[in-house]
């Protein structure tokens, strides 16, 4: 069974940095393109950068320049690097996987940005 845990949340004031990590269990790691995705109070759970089996990088265009995803395949360890954090990246932050057309989420990890 496909099991995903992150960790690394926490209160940060505006223009600090956070990373968080993701652990995978369940599932062979290294061929798994990883994502993550983060839900404010009120809105639509939005994707944030994904990271391939390759190690190709995307990004929300609102995160560009400010977090970098990387992996760690032999810890089965996705991360989110933050930096220059803003208020608007509040939020609760899920790691996500695909394996057999079946998506896998997290249980989440709050992020709290005060300005």
């Known amino acids: 069974q496909v099991q995903l845990v992150e960790s690394g949340g926490g209160l940060v004031q505006a223009g600090g940095s956070l990373r968080l990590s993701c652990t995978a269990s369940g599932t062979l790691f290294s061929v798994r393109t990883m994502d993550w995705y983060r839900q404010a109070p009120g809105k639509q759970r939005e994707l944030v950068a994904t990271i391939t089996s390759s190690g190709n990088t995307n990004y929300a265009d609102s995160v560009k320049g400010r977090f970098t995803i990387s992996r760690d395949n032999a810890k089965s360890t996705v991360y989110l690097q933050m930096n220059s954090l803003k208020s608007e990246d509040t939020a609760v932050y899920y790691c996500?996987?695909?394996?057999?057309?079946?998506?896998?989420w997290g249980q989440g990890t709050q992020v709290t940005v005060s300005s």
């Open positions: 996500h996987l695909v394996k057999l057309n079946r998506d896998y």
